[in-house]
């Protein structure tokens, strides 16, 4: 019954979009149809499959081998706060874990790595694939296939940079999809963070990420499709444009380089803002408690109360997970995966976890839409009025394909297993 569930509630969240969109007539069959089948289709390829589950796997040891490789570096640099022995006795296990000089620094491990291998055209020719794959199923332009394509392994900001020289030209569905998009989809970098916190309470919590995130890019086409689709007064698609990534390293060195520059800059970044939306969300909590007896998080968690049912979790698990999606929303998913690792799963039982780790798993947060808006809007500074119009609007749909790609997941799981 639960999985039932959670299949009518992909169904129901395909028809909430497309309400929210103000029930646009001129919505095609081919993007509804595209839409749920590579939802369904790449999950059940991805957690079904032997040897996909098996490179999953080794993926996952990849993880565990950075992980190990950043700690030899944060020892070396910050000794005991950084992972090396501790001069003292552990008073409780945990209690030497120092978020900034252990988890974090893996950010900059990996972006020198990815930066490595987009110069070696590593990631650009599976983006590519990928890109073609969304172009020919929804009819999308090649620029807005490939920036929804390459947000599965770049930033919200770092995709559109790709296709920069074509973002001025984007309809405005388009340019909507590739918002939607960075907005429902993690980074690589950020990936392998989070598969380090959630080792503990989620089994292969690496390939489950990155599962997550690639379901989710289909599933951010079709809710920006329902809300905002094609108009007939827009120009065709151009498949053929930005069929290439472009090249931005001249050498290996130089990737490494800025790479590691890169990873610097987004550590502070999450840094910053971990400490200014912690720090202003409990100043909200203050003047909010004591009146109302509620929290920013309750508040945003009651949104979600009907996306939780729609996902095909148990009843007592409801208010659990809606609270979480809140926290992601009003916070940042950084520390809902936190509270999810460091609080023993939440209490969940294994498949709900795994639905939440899927929900949870993009960057459907304010602190982030104001990145995405700066950044996008200083690209492409004649869009700007566009650009600021759809952000939150972009907000809500990628929240909500955040959510069918929980929904997808329960579809798949069966009630007390995993997939």
Not at 117 to 122: A, D, E, K, P, T
Not at 219 to 225: M, S, T
Not at 332 to 350: I, Y
Request: hydrophobic residues 60%; aromatic residues 6%.
């Amino acid at each position: 019954m639960l999985q039932l569930q959670s299949g009518a509630g992909l169904l129901a969240m395909a028809a909430l979009a497309w309400v929210l969109g103000g029930c646009h007539r001129q919505v095609r069959k081919r993007v509804v149809v595209a839409g749920l089948g590579l939802q369904v289709l790449l999950a059940a390829a991805l957690l079904h499959i032997p040897p996909l589950r098996a490179g999953f796997a080794l993926l996952g040891d990849a993880v565990g081998a950075l992980a190990a490789a950043t700690r030899a570096g944060t020892s070396l640099v910050f000794g005991y706060l950084g992972g090396a022995p501790l001069p003292f006795t552990e008073p409780f296990p945990g209690a030497g874990f120092v978020l900034f000089f252990q988890g974090l620094p893996l950010v900059l491990v990996i972006g020198a790595l990815s930066a490595v291998l987009y110069h070696w055209r590593v990631i650009p020719l599976v983006v590519e694939a990928l890109a073609r794959l969304l172009t020919r199923a929804f009819g999308l332009g090649g620029a807005a296939g490939f920036a929804t394509a390459a947000n599965v392994f770049v930033g919200m900001v770092e995709a559109p940079l790709l296709v920069r020289p074509w973002l001025a030209r984007l309809t405005l569905s388009e340019l909507f999809v590739v918002m939607t998009a960075g907005l429902a989809t993690i980074a690589g970098n950020m990936l392998v963070v989070y598969a380090v916190m959630l080792g503990p309470v989620v089994p292969d919590a690496a390939g489950q990420l990155l599962t997550a995130s690639l379901i989710s890019a289909p599933a951010a086409v079709l809710v920006a499709l329902l809300m905002r689709p094609r108009l007939e007064s827009d120009p065709p698609a151009a498949p053929e444009q930005a069929a290439q990534a472009p090249r931005l390293y001249d050498s290996t060195m130089e990737a490494l380089v800025r790479g590691t520059g890169d990873g610097l800059t987004l550590l502070l970044g999450i840094m910053a803002s971990l400490i200014v939306f912690v720090a202003l969300a409990a100043l909200a909590n203050m003047l909010l408690e004591p009146l109302t007896g509620l929290t920013l998080q309750l508040l945003a968690g009651f949104a979600f109360w009907p996306l939780a049912h729609a996902m095909g979790v148990p009843a007592e698990h409801v208010a659990t997970i809606a609270a979480a999606l809140g926290t992601k929303v009003v916070v940042n998913e950084f520390v809902a995966f936190l509270e999810l690792s460091t609080t023993a799963g939440l209490g969940l039982d294994a498949r709900s976890r795994l639905i939440l780790v899927y929900a949870l798993c993009g960057f459907t947060n304010f602190g982030s839409l104001g990145i995405m808006l700066g950044g996008m809007a200083a690209m492409c500074p004649e869009r700007r009025a566009d650009i600021v119009k759809l952000g939150l609007p972009a907000l809500v749909s990628a929240s909500l394909a955040c959510c069918m790609t929980g929904a997808v997941v329960g579809l798949l799981t069966a009630p007390g297993g995993m997939p």
